[in-house]
T-cell receptor, first 109, second 117 residues
């Protein structure tokens, strides 16, 4: 079993939709939970991070962590074509960062 | 302007040639990483270095070599022994984020696209 599981998609949604991106993890000792956004042929950029259960909001983006279920989510409200990218979850345990495979999102105008 | 630079952005190699990809950072981070990214496979770790003059193999080190003579620089050489080198290569550094409980996260360069002709 992989330490971090993420559905690679692709996921296609119409502009304005609410997008839900998810990852599950296996080790309850994981400490920090992060989301990266990667545009085509670019390096991933850190989008959001959190270390506690619950929600963290930043503009149209909300990161949600449920430690009891070992489940993390990224919600995008009012999705835009510019949100079309691959989204990678990443989880830290001590100094080791483990990445999900990434979910490819396409927002159709 | 702090960050990670990778050069070149695009690189073409003939069969049997060695090529070196550059990675430079001014974030003052100790740890640096090289990943390979292929469609549908996510990030695969090639080599990493946690301190100058020391580095370790990652999951797919065969056919690659690195050096870490300076804190700021971590070049990757793709040798002729690498059977399928065409890929997107990403360099990353690792630093601490978050208060009060800091934890490590990684910061990525813009990548180098290597194509074997």
């Amino acid at each position: 079993q992989k330490e971090v599981e993420q559905d690679p998609g692709p996921l296609s949604v119409p502009e304005g939709a609410i997008v839900s991106l998810n990852c599950t993890y296996s080790n309850s000792a994981f400490q920090y939970f992060m989301w990266y956004r990667q545009y085509s042929r670019k390096g991933p950029e850190l989008l959001m991070y959190t270390y506690s259960s619950g929600n963290k909001e930043d503009g149209r983006f909300t990161a949600q962590v449920d430690k009891s279920s070992k489940y993390i989510s990224l919600f995008i409200r009012d999705s835009q074509p510019s949100d079309s990218a691959t989204y990678l979850c990443a989880i830290t345990r001590y100094q080791k960062v483990t990445f999900g495979i990434g979910t490819k999102l396409q927002v159709i105008p | 302007d702090g960050g990670i630079t990778q050069s070149p952005k695009y690189l073409f190699r003939k069969e049997g040639q060695n090529v070196t990809l550059s990675c430079e950072q001014n974030l003052n981070h100790d740890a640096m990483y090289w990943y390979r990214q292929d469609p549908g496979q996510g990030l695969r770790l090639i080599y990493y270095s946690q301190i100058v003059n020391d580095f370790q193999k990652g999951d797919i080190a065969e056919g690659y070599s690195v050096s870490r003579e300076k804190k700021e620089s971590f070049p990757l050489t793709v040798t002729s022994a690498q059977k399928n080198p065409t890929a997107f290569y990403l360099c990353a550094t690792q630093g601490v984020i978050g208060q009060p409980l800091g934890a490590d996260t990684q910061y990525f360069g813009p990548g180098t696209r290597l194509t074997v002709l």
